[in-house]
Structure formats: structure tokens, C-alpha cells
């Protein structure tokens, strides 16, 4: 079965500082990849996805991610982190048919002034 | 991108009544719309997963009578919680996808609450 891992609950970076939030995933093949993030009692908001092609793939508000095959990763980065980027992350992964969209636990991210 | 509008935002019950959901494509049709439910401070669940005339599939453990899915429509899918109880309180999520996206649209979520 299908299975995402965010090893970080909570992540608490200095405004400015770079960010990087960890995904792992198993799956048999290569998955549908997405990065999402959650303000407190928000809806989801997609910040990125990887279907094919180019692995390192650009998303909203400075947000990259890659996808390394051999390490079954798809790690979020964000060179400079500002306040406003404080909410919850997620890490989701789907077969090429698109059902069956399995999330990770969520990284919380805290930014210190 | 596709619209997925979700409806109430919040809904407060008593418990013993049922409420229904409503989730809708603004732009597109859904020939699949995803139900998930998320506790606070914890991930989002997969509760359902629904084709449109076709009966929901529901994931282990989820009582599918007491979260009823209908997807009549091409645009429309409703979850009604049936009998709820404080338990039940949760956050709850829709997505929809059509036959030709490789991605799902989420909703904005209700925030329900059994008093």
C-alpha cells in the first residue's frame, strides 16, 4: 500500500532562514507527488505537484521541491522563509489515475522573528 | 485552476441530527469527488471516494451509514452525517478531479461541530 512520511511534526526556522521539509513516500511506481499547505482552519492550498519530466519542479511563493527517484523523496525547499509562510504542510501522494490521494502527517512550520 | 466550492463553511448541530455537506465543481465536472475528514492537528483521512452515479467506496472503518455519499450529478457530491454525535466534530474536506486532470481540487473544508 501506499504510504507518505513527514519524519518532522514541527519545524521552527528564523525569518529569512532557508527551509527545507522532508517527504518520503512507498509506492511500486512512480506516484502523482504534491506539496500542499494549511493555515489554521484553512482549506488546502497547492503549492506544487510532479507528474513527470524535469525533477525539480517550481511551485507558488518561492517554493521548489524535488524528487529524487532513488531516495523515493520529494523534499520542499523555500530559499528565504518570511512570517507569513507559518502554517501547516503537507505532503500527498496519488497513483497515475489520481485516486486514492494518501497525505502525510504534516509538517508544522513556526518562523521566528 | 478548476473550482471546488464546499458548503457550509461551518455548521454547528445538535446531537442526533443529521447534516449534509455539499460539494460542488464551479468549472468543470467531477467525475470523482474524494471525502476526507481531519482531527485537529492531524493529517487528512481519506473517508470515501465517490464516481459520479455510482455507489461510493468507502475506506476500512469508515461506517458507511452513518456518512452517507451521494454523487447524483457531475458537478455535485454530498456527505451527510446522519445521527451525529460530538465525536463526529471534525473538519471535513472534499476534492473532486475530472476524467481528463492527472490532479484533485480541493474544497475549502466545513468545519462541523455536534453539541
Known amino acids: 500500500a501506499q504510504s507518505v512520511t513527514q519524519p518532522d511534526i514541527h519545524i521552527t526556522v528564523s525569518e529569512g532562514a532557508s527551509l527545507e521539509l522532508r517527504c518520503n513516500y512507498s509506492?511500486?511506481?512512480?506516484?502523482?507527488l504534491f506539496w500542499y499547505v494549511q493555515s489554521p482552519g484553512q482549506g488546502l492550498q497547492l503549492l506544487l505537484k510532479?507528474?513527470?519530466?524535469?525533477?525539480l519542479v517550481q511551485g507558488i511563493k518561492g517554493f521548489e521541491a524535488e524528487f529524487k527517484r532513488s531516495q523515493s523523496s520529494f523534499n520542499l525547499r523555500k530559499p528565504s522563509v518570511h512570517w507569513s509562510d507559518a502554517a501547516e504542510y503537507f505532503c500527498?501522494?496519488?497513483?497515475?489515475?489520481?485516486?486514492?490521494?494518501?497525505f502525510g502527517a504534516g509538517t508544522r512550520l513556526t518562523v521566528k522573528p | 485552476g478548476a473550482v471546488v466550492s464546499q458548503h457550509p463553511s461551518r455548521v454547528i448541530c445538535k446531537s442526533g441530527t443529521s447534516v449534509k455537506i455539499e460539494c460542488r465543481s464551479l468549472d468543470f465536472q467531477a467525475t470523482t469527488m474524494f471525502w476526507y475528514r481531519q482531527f485537529p492537528k492531524q493529517s487528512l483521512m481519506l473517508m470515501a471516494t465517490s464516481n459520479e452515479g455510482s455507489k461510493a467506496t468507502y475506506e476500512q472503518g469508515v461506517e458507511k451509514d452513518k456518512f452517507l455519499i451521494n454523487h447524483a450529478s457531475l458537478t455535485l457530491s454530498t456527505l451527510t452525517v446522519t445521527s451525529a454525535h460530538p465525536e463526529d466534530s471534525s473538519f471535513y474536506i472534499c476534492?473532486?478531479?475530472?476524467?481528463?486532470?492527472?490532479?484533485?481540487?480541493f474544497g475549502q473544508g466545513t468545519r462541523l461541530t455536534v453539541v
Open positions: 510532479y507528474f513527470s519530466g524535469d525533477t
Open positions: 500527498a501522494v496519488a497513483p497515475y489515475n489520481n485516486n486514492d490521494m494518501r
Open positions: 509506492y511500486g511506481a512512480t506516484p502523482y
Open positions: 476534492s473532486a478531479s475530472s476524467s481528463w486532470g492527472t490532479e484533485a481540487f
